[in-house]
Nanobody
């Protein structure tokens, strides 16, 4: 079965950290650009970060630069998003998605999506 499973969300206090995982089954994630997107209530889905198939190129939205780090583990067929210094405005459902496009790419260019993982930053 071909699917993406995103996980690792939760409730964290401001300034805290979380690591999201995007695991692929049924296909090789290495061949695709992988992006992380987020969607807060009442807002459009926005791109947060992206990593090329080789892992050599990464992209970060201005709002997360210096706080988030994207990486990929080819052996585990997984992409990670390390999120540090979290802020309340980071609260959203986070989705990973694959694409054959280069980073960054629009949500409309995504090939497949995970079901999302909730991140809530609150004291």
């Amino acid at each position: 079965q071909v699917q993406l499973v995103d996980s690792g969300g939760g409730l964290v206090q401001p300034g805290g950290s979380l690591r999201l995982s995007c695991a692929a089954s049924g296909f090789t994630l290495q061949y695709y650009t992988v992006g992380w997107f987020r969607q807060a209530p009442g807002k459009e889905r926005e791109g947060v970060s992206c990593i090329s198939s080789s892992g050599d190129n990464t992209y970060y939205a201005d709002s997360v630069k210096g706080r988030f780090t994207i990486s990929r583990d080819t052996a585990k067929n997984t992409v990670y998003l390390q999120m540090n210094s979290l802020k309340p405005e980071d609260t959203a459902v986070y989705y990973c998605a694959t694409s054959t496009y280069l980073c960054p790419y629009s949500p409309r260019a995504a090939r497949s999506w995970g079901k999302g993982t909730q991140v809530t930053v609150s004291s």
